[in-house]
Nanobody
Framework: QVQLVESGGGLVQTGGSLSLSCAVS????????MAWFRQAPGKEREFVAV?????????TSADSVKGRFTISRDNAKNAVYLRMNSLKPEDTAVYYC??????????????????WGQGTQVTVSS
């Protein structure tokens, strides 16, 4: 059983920063590609960032957060992180971490992920 638990969400002012963490149970963490998605009220869940399995040599993010958000992983701690800088009101959403056990190339599609966390709320005030 793989479980993902996010933490680090909260309320921040425009221009501020937050760091999200996702703790993953299980012994196969290093073999999972890991991603962050978000979902704002009334909107579909959208891709934020992904990091490849193993050492995480490949990362990419959505255009809307590129240059502001950074994804990273620590395989020794079974954790993935999302550092969010220069936050904007439109970043307000529930943020979810997700694990892909089979290495889909379509990393931007939520349906390709096998395990999900419960989400953590990020609210950016204007």
């Amino acid at each position: 059983q793989v479980q993902l638990v996010e933490s680090g969400g909260g309320l921040v002012q425009t221009g501020g920063s937050l760091s999200l963490s996702c703790a993953v149970s299980g012994r196969s963490f290093s073999s999972y590609a890991m991603a962050w998605f978000r979902q704002a009220p009334g909107k579909e869940r959208e891709f934020v960032a992904v990091i490849s399995w193993g050492g995480g040599s490949f990362t990419t993010s959505a255009d809307s957060v590129k240059g502001r958000f950074t994804i990273s992983r620590d395989n020794a701690k079974n954790a993935v992180y999302l550092r969010m800088n220069s936050l904007k009101p439109e970043d307000t959403a529930v943020y979810y971490c997700a694990a892909d056990a089979y290495g889909s190339s379509r990393y931007y599609e939520a349906g390709n992920y096998d395990y999900w966390g419960q989400g953590t709320q990020v609210t950016v005030s204007s």
